[in-house]
């Protein structure tokens, strides 16, 4: 899978938007991107994913760059339990048979 | 529908035992996978089963092991515990949407080597 890089930590408000960046310059045409986050004492759960077209759904948005080298994960307002550490990981179409490879992800805290 | 879920919740082994972990899929989940997460660290992948068949192994010694079921749930094995073995270990199973699969944690098992 291709790398992605992430800012080690953010900082944001309660009650507004939080924008995370991922970088993932090597990425193939045929990868997706995907959005896992982990709240504290929990598994990661997945967010979103998209291939090129910005996506919506409940619980985020995606933003991907027309180059398709980064992207952005968009929080409308946050809230407190949003405070988790935000994964962004490249897969292939069809998942593969190894699994998804996690770095270090952004560590996001929200002040009240 | 409940989640995926993991047994035991915590536990406690000395080098040099084995242990084995616990998974349930979500109901229709026919694939797992194991993940090993040492503190400050993302998860590292270990296992993927399918059909009760290996399909990915990620880069662990031989001394972990797994097997899935015909009910699809899944044991983790580790034997000859090392102190580097402590961590949490997730079980996840995936639902195919027809493009990607999406992969669904368990809270996992805190495993402890003293």
């Known amino acids: 899978d291709a790398k992605t890089t992430q800012p080690n930590s953010m900082e944001s408000n309660e009650e507004e938007p939080v924008h995370l960046p991922c970088n993932h310059s090597t990425i193939s045409g045929t990868d997706y991107i995907h959005w896992y986050r982990q709240l504290p004492s929990q598994g990661p759960e997945y967010v979103i994913h998209g291939l090129t077209s910005n996506v919506n759904n409940r619980m985020a948005s995606l933003a991907i760059a027309e180059d398709r080298k980064s992207s952005t994960l968009i929080l409308h307002r946050a809230t407190l339990r949003d405070a988790a550490v935000y994964y962004c990981i490249l897969r292939g179409s069809g998942g593969g048979a190894d699994g998804l490879t996690f770095g270090k992800g952004t560590h996001l805290i929200i002040q009240p | 529908d409940a989640g995926v879920t993991q047994s035991p919740t915590h536990l406690i082994k000395t080098r040099g035992q084995q242990v084995t972990l616990r998974c349930s899929p979500i109901?229709?989940?026919?694939?797992v996978s194991w993940y090993q997460q040492v503190l400050g660290q993302g998860p590292q992948f270990i296992f993927q089963?399918?059909?009760?068949?290996?399909?990915g192994r990620g880069n662990f010694p031989d001394r972990f092991s797994a097997r899935q079921f015909p009910n699809y749930s899944s044991e983790l094995n580790v034997n000859a515990l090392l102190l580097g073995d402590s961590a949490l270990y997730l079980c996840?199973?995936?639902?195919?949407?027809?493009?990607?699969?999406?992969?669904?944690f368990g809270p996992g098992t805190r495993l402890t080597v003293t």
């Open positions: 996840a199973s995936s639902l195919w949407t027809g493009v990607v699969y999406e992969q669904y």
């Open positions: 089963y399918y059909e009760k068949e290996e399909r």
């Open positions: 109901s229709g989940h026919k694939s």
